[in-house]
T-cell receptor, first 113, second 114 residues
């Protein structure tokens, strides 16, 4: 049973065309939600952590928001260098392994000039 | 700069062969993790270690083994019992098991079958 679902699987945007990526989760108690960026052949690079509903974080053209059941990664006026796969992961507040992350399958973003 | 180093970047395995993937960190983190990434799938947890000389199975441990003799090192062995080893393997660490700080990742090892 998937605990983290990301949509869409793939997204193609023209440079400057803003959009949002979605991450919905079903863990009963959220300890933290993490967004990562992954370039081809590389490991995930940390972007944001969100801990409670209503929280928002921003970094350059990216803004992450969190509700009780989902998170959005908003991309404003994207550039080709924003092309990557964006991964969402959640950490539950109960269970035998508090530190483990549950990952979604990612959204592959392509921004063309 | 502190970080996680994985080696080699590419690895090829012959039938019946065991291969070992290296993961070294200089972040002084207690907890370390191994994940497997397949196309179109999320990262899946293979093994994790909370502290030196301790490790636990994750969701897909069959066909894999690990050791944690030093704080900074957490090697993963892919044994011949793992029938479908072709994947991208990622090592990660966090200050301690249960920390809600983000996990730091290495740049992965891509394993293929010859």
């Amino acid at each position: 049973e998937d605990q983290v679902t990301q949509s869409p699987e793939a997204l193609r945007l023209q440079e400057g065309e803003s959009s949002s990526l979605n991450c919905s989760y079903t863990v009963s108690g959220l300890r933290g939600l993490f967004w990562y960026r992954q370039d081809p052949g590389k490991g995930p690079e940390f972007l944001f952590t969100l801990y409670s509903a209503g929280e928002e974080k921003e970094k350059e053209r990216l803004k992450a928001t969190l509700t009780k059941k989902e998170s959005f990664l908003h991309i404003t006026a994207p550039k080709p260098e924003d092309s990557a796969t964006y991964l969402c992961a959640v950490q539950a507040d109960r269970g035998s392994t508090l530190g483990r992350l549950y990952f979604g399958r990612g959204t592959q973003l392509t921004v063309w000039p | 700069d502190g970080g996680i180093t994985q080696s080699p970047k590419y690895l090829f395995r012959k039938e019946g062969q065991n291969v070992t993937l290296s993961c070294e960190q200089n972040l002084n983190h207690d907890a370390m993790y191994w994940y497997r990434q397949d196309p179109g799938q999320g990262l899946r947890l293979i093994y994790y270690s909370q502290i030196v000389n301790d490790f636990q199975k994750g969701d897909i441990a069959e066909g894999y083994s690990v050791s944690r003799e030093k704080k900074e090192s957490f090697p993963l062995t892919v044994t011949s019992a793992q029938k479908n080893p072709t994947a991208f393997y990622l090592c990660a660490s966090t200050p301690w098991e249960g920390s809600n700080q983000p996990q730091h990742f290495g740049d992965g090892t891509r394993l293929s079958i010859l």
